[in-house]
């Protein structure tokens, strides 16, 4: 117990010099790390991780509100709905309220989502879907309000992420990457753009799109370090002629360097104007 809470102290302290990396460079979009308490969910561990860290937990949740930050936490992809075991259902809710606590610890549940994708199709995906619905019943309201679901770049596409989304109102989260290695192209996407935005509006947050670019063409679905602003550059297009603010999170190797250096090259758009050191306007 004494190692677990030493572990927990150590991450608490990195994440809040982590928030304050992000005010200095005026970044306002944050995926916390699903691993700041070891063994949270374990069966045989299961501890009380707000009550030791009650101050810590409240001053990350200070400075996320200070920073205007809108923070967001994405489990595993082992926290699924679909699976006809009811074991891996009851552990994805059991994962799904370990980080709703987290958000609820920090007092930040208005501003943050948690993300998810639906799962696999386990050979029929009709039948797979119908089982992801009836599972998501057995979520809490209260975790079930702060869910995003994001399509995957293998089995759920943008098409079927947005129709979940709509008959469970749950705000989708557009990831281009994925979307172009479980496609035929791009030519499809801006029609689905009004629908997918549209998802947000009972949230006060702005809609979140992930953005990340092929490591190459033999490995599409693997991450490049950095973002390539060709690969992208259609979906920003498209999102301008909406006139709808967006969040967007880079998914880069590069991380952060990744995302301040994607800043420079949308600066260089004629009509772009840098607002902050992570946000622009155009």
């Known amino acids: 117990m004494d190692r677990l809470k030493e572990i927990t102290a150590a991450n608490l302290l990195h994440t809040k010099r982590i928030l304050y990396y992000l005010a200095a460079h005026e970044i306002s979009v944050y995926r916390l790390s699903s691993s700041l308490v070891p063994l949270a969910t374990h069966p045989e561990v299961k501890w009380d991780f707000r009550?030791?860290?009650?101050?810590?937990?409240?001053?990350?949740?200070?400075?996320?509100k200070q920073f205007s930050i809108r923070a967001s936490f994405h489990p595993n992809q082992f926290t699924l709905f679909t699976s006809p075991r009811e074991d891996v259902t009851r552990n994805a809710i059991e994962n799904m309220y370990y980080h709703y606590e987290m958000l609820e610890a920090m007092g930040i549940t208005e501003q943050s989502v948690i993300n998810i994708h639906i799962g696999g199709a386990y050979?029929?995906?009709a039948n797979t879907i119908l089982r992801f619905h009836k599972n998501l019943v057995k979520v809490p309201l209260q975790i079930k309000d702060v869910m995003t679901l994001e399509n995957d770049d293998k089995t759920y596409t943008v098409e079927e992420t947005l129709k979940a989304c709509q008959q469970e109102r749950i705000p989708m989260v557009l990831d281009i990457h994925h979307h172009l290695a479980n496609s035929k192209g791009m030519g499809d996407l801006k029609s689905y753009l009004p629908a997918i935005l549209k998802t947000w509006r009972h949230r006060t947050l702005p809609p979140k799109i992930h953005v990340s670019s092929p490591k190459s063409e033999k490995a599409f679905r693997s991450h490049a370090d950095y973002v390539d602003f060709d690969f992208i550059y259609p979906?920003?297009?498209?999102?301008?002629?909406?006139?709808?603010?967006?969040?967007?999170?880079?998914?880069?190797?590069?991380?952060?360097?990744?995302?301040?250096?994607?800043?420079?090259?949308?600066?260089?758009?004629?009509?772009?104007?840098r607002i902050t050191g992570g946000m622009v306007e155009w």
């Open 51 to 64: 009550t030791p860290f009650k101050k810590e937990w409240e001053e990350l949740g200070r400075l996320i």
């Open 123 to 125: 050979g029929d995906k």
């Open 235 to 273: 979906l920003l297009k498209d999102l301008k002629t909406l006139d709808q603010d967006v969040d967007i999170m880079v998914e880069a190797k590069s991380k952060n360097l990744a995302m301040l250096k994607l800043i420079e090259d949308l600066s260089k758009i004629r009509g772009v104007k």
